[in-house]
């Protein structure tokens, strides 16, 4: 089984600025097979990214997803009150398939 | 419109079994792998099973893997998970997703899975 580890656990940033987030695989995943959600409390999560650096339709720019092998990085360039949310990233290289532990994005 | 839409959820005593079902509508639900996920309360994702599009390969989490079954009626646009032997720590919001593209594109609004006594 992949274990797919985020940090940070909580990023607490003000709008307008960047966050950085990581996901790191416990082996190495094919970047195709590399996808990043958003979750807001009491909603079903949003596909943000897919293939590691697509962004899913209706995505904004803002995003942009990265990294191979074993390690992936989300990017947040601006952040917008919207934004703030749990992300994680999940792999389906390999079955089981599998998810992070999740990045807490909250305001400062 | 594409929706996924989960049923099935309630409170059961633990032993007992229940079944989720998931409508699909405004796609071609015959041509997409589909998985189930779970949320604890408090906690993150867990995904649970998947199944392809014509069924014929199916792959579990170890935590459920031999009381949960998945399953699909393409011919209903229906994804199903048979749940037996639950136990309190299957109490969660319970999900159906779409695959496409190596992700989960549509997602339903969940159902809710509480197993107490």
């Known amino acids: 089984e992949i274990v797919l580890t985020q940090s940070p656990g909580t990023l607490s940033l003000s709008p307008g600025e960047r966050a950085t987030l990581s996901c790191r695989a416990s082996?190495?995943?094919?970047?195709?097979?590399l996808a990043w959600y958003q979750q807001k409390p009491g909603q079903a999560p949003r596909l943000l990214i897919y293939?590691?650096?697509t962004r899913a339709t209706g995505i904004p720019a803002r995003f942009s997803g990265s990294g191979s092998g074993t390690e992936f990085t989300l990017t947040i360039s601006s952040l917008q009150s919207e934004d703030f949310a749990v992300y994680y990233c999940?792999?389906?290289?390999?079955?089981?398939?599998?998810f992070g532990g999740g990045t807490k994005v909250e305001i400062k | 419109q594409v929706q996924l839409v989960e049923s099935g959820g309630g409170v059961v005593q633990p032993g007992r079994s229940l079944r989720l079902s998931c409508a699909a509508s405004?796609?071609?639900?015959?041509?997409?792998?589909m998985h189930w996920v779970r949320q604890a309360p408090g906690k993150g994702l867990e995904w649970v099973a998947l199944?392809?599009?014509?069924?014929?390969?199916?792959d579990y989490a170890d935590s459920v893997k031999g009381r949960f079954t998945i399953s699909r009626d393409n011919s209903k646009n229906t994804l199903y998970l048979q749940m037996n032997g639950l136990r309190a720590d299957d109490t969660a919001v319970y999900y159906c997703?779409?695959?496409?593209?190596?992700?989960?594109?549509?997602w339903g609004q969940g159902t809710v899975v509480t197993v107490s006594s």
């Open positions: 997703a779409r695959e496409q593209m190596w992700a989960s594109d549509i």
């Open positions: 405004g796609f071609t639900f015959s041509r997409h792998g």
């Open positions: 199944i392809t599009a014509d069924g014929s390969n199916k």
């Open positions: 082996q190495s995943v094919s970047s195709s097979t």
């Open positions: 293939g590691a650096s």
């Open positions: 999940q792999q389906f290289v390999n079955w089981p398939l599998t």
